[in-house]
């Protein structure tokens, strides 16, 4: 018998990261990226490696620095970054920006669907807390047909001050009525666990974005391939919690 089907995640709740958790990073917005500052460029080279530079995107090989702004940052973040290193109008970066981010093509994370239907079958709350817009994380959770598993979306314009502050993780938290004790962070950056730290919640790392193992280690509960090492991790992790419960007795 599989063993998650014994997991009870009643009275609790998984918050996930969006870009890097649910959807592999590098295969959802390396191209995406580029386009964007290409676009953005329109025919200048000197522009385009200026935005390239400080969004710490390479346009070769279509990689990013682990410090990369569009990996942690707000979308508001990366807007600002975008206008100043390209001398752009505000207005102009987000209109273009918003309309390449809005079609972008995710890919979820093998083995994302099997386990947010174990988790949901276990009774947990599910949220999304990402510094992505509120608008752009429900286009993209709709689009892949995952959005259903979701109590709740907070994005960093969605009224709580973004990761890495504590505040977007315990207004998820919050809307889903379950203390911050009883909640368990997901993600792949830094932010995403010194957020979810913060907020007193236990913090689980996953390795589809660009951070590596030293790097998410030191900040985390534990490191996990990706989402679907999740349910079984959890199932081990409740029955440690209560054989030490049933020593202390």
Known sequence: MDITSKLDLRGHAVLFDKDGTLFDFT??????SA??????????????HAMAQA??????????RDDSIIIAGTAAELFDMLATSGNLPLAHVRRVTDAAVSSAQMAPVKGLLPALEALAHAGAKLAVV???SEAAALSHLRATGILKYFETVVGYDSGY????????????ANRLGVGAERCIMVGDSTHDLEAGAAAGMTCLAVLTGIART???APLAHAVLPS????????????SSKENDSKRRL
Do not use: H, M, Y
Request: hydrophobic share 35%; net charge negative; proline share 8%.
């Open 35 to 48: 386009e964007i500052l290409r676009r953005l460029a329109d025919g200048d080279t000197a522009r385009l």
């Open 214 to 216: 030293p790097t998410l």
């Open 27 to 32: 295969a959802s917005w390396a191209t995406t």
């Open 55 to 64: 969004g710490g995107f390479d346009l070769e090989t279509q990689t990013f």
């Open 161 to 172: 001050t973004p990761k890495p502050d504590p505040g977007s993780c315990l207004g998820a």
């Open 227 to 238: 989402v679907a090492e999740i349910p079984d991790w959890l199932n081990d992790w409740r």
């Open 130 to 132: 990402t510094n992505d």
